[in-house]
């Protein structure tokens, strides 16, 4: 791929396939990115390792789920399962792909879900994730939570429900980070031509200053921007911005940033919003 107007190079997003309707969201998001970027595909499917020796224990049991009869689980059985997700997840990667027109790959790993994850994203340049793997609470998912704590690579968190036809959400402080994360929603947001800013400033001239240079910046790219700006960087005063905002994906980051990282890694983790975390 030649070199983006954004600094962000994207050649190879890595998705993370477990059949579950968060992994589907992800793999949607991810390959309406890629074929933005021109980028490659690479799905992962993870075989959990715990999962097969908890089978092996004899006291292991299951609620089957179209007889809700409980039975003992079985090694065997849970190989065939997990064989047929495996060949679902390809299923589904293949279809999505062709529908966009992109080149992919595919492959299934054994071992700790979070630890395989993490080392098949070093192959890649952006990780996109379900937030949660299956029906449960909004809460991020442990292998969300591990690659946001863990990878040095952008990480995509979707939820189910396409975001980009909505204005992209971009929160911005002035900081090296956060012109990172401009460049990146700017780009992603010249789809719709609509960009909402959370500016984050120490006072209202401060603010004003940073909206004034963020104009000035994207005039040539005619975008619609909306600001508002955050008198908090916390997690209610960013929850309350965002659903005054009703927009779609979140762009922000996490490095070189004047907002608080735990701050940031609270709002991943208890907002249930489509989210690229830019590094």
């Given at each position: 791929m030649?070199?983006?107007p954004?600094?962000?190079?994207i050649?190879?997003i890595?998705v ?8 589907q969201?992800a793999?949607?998001a991810?390959?309406h990115?890629?074929?933005?970027l021109?980028a ?5 499917f993870v075989?959990d390792v ?12 299951e ?19 997990l064989?047929r997700?495996?060949?679902q ?7 999505v ?15 700790p879900?979070?630890?395989?994850v993490?080392a ?33 690579r952008p ?7 396409l ?5 992209i959400?971009?929160v911005?402080?002035g ?9 990146v929603a ?21 603010a ?8 000035q910046s ?23 911005l965002?659903?005054?905002s009703?927009?779609g994906l979140?762009?922000?980051?996490d ?7 735990a701050?940031?890694h609270t709002?991943l ?6 989210i690229?975390l830019?590094r």
């Amino acid at each position: 791929m030649n070199q983006s107007p954004h600094k962000l190079l994207i050649r190879r997003i890595l998705v993370a396939l477990d059949g579950s309707p968060h992994s589907q969201a992800a793999l949607e998001a991810a390959a309406h990115l890629a074929e933005l970027l021109r980028a490659e595909l690479m799905g992962v499917f993870v075989e959990d390792v715990n999962l097969l020796r908890l089978a092996e224990l004899p006291f292991a049991q299951e609620v089957r789920r179209h007889t809700a009869t409980i039975e003992k689980l079985e090694v065997r059985y849970l190989h065939r399962q997990l064989q047929r997700q495996a060949e679902q997840a390809q299923a589904d990667l293949k279809r999505v792909a062709n529908a966009h027109a992109l080149s992919a790959t595919f492959r299934v790993a054994r071992g700790p879900v979070s630890a395989e994850v993490l080392a098949a994203a070093l192959e890649a340049d952006l990780l996109a994730l379900g937030r949660i793997s299956h029906a449960g609470p909004p809460r991020l998912g442990s292998t969300a939570k591990t690659a946001v704590a863990q990878t040095s690579r952008p990480v995509l968190l979707m939820r189910p429900g396409l975001p980009f036809a909505q204005p992209i959400l971009l929160v911005y402080d002035g900081s090296p980070g956060a012109e990172r994360a401009l460049e990146v929603a700017a780009y992603l947001a010249g789809e719709n031509g609509r960009l909402q800013v959370l500016l984050w400033a120490e006072n209202a001239q401060q603010a004003l200053a940073q909206e004034e240079a963020i104009r000035q910046s994207q005039q040539p790219k005619g975008l619609n921007l909306q600001f508002r700006r955050l008198t908090q960087p916390d997690v209610a005063n960013f929850a309350y911005l965002v659903r005054l905002s009703g927009t779609g994906l979140m762009v922000l980051s996490d490095t070189n940033t004047r907002l608080p990282t735990a701050v940031v890694h609270t709002l991943l983790e208890e907002l249930d919003h489509p989210i690229l975390l830019v590094r």
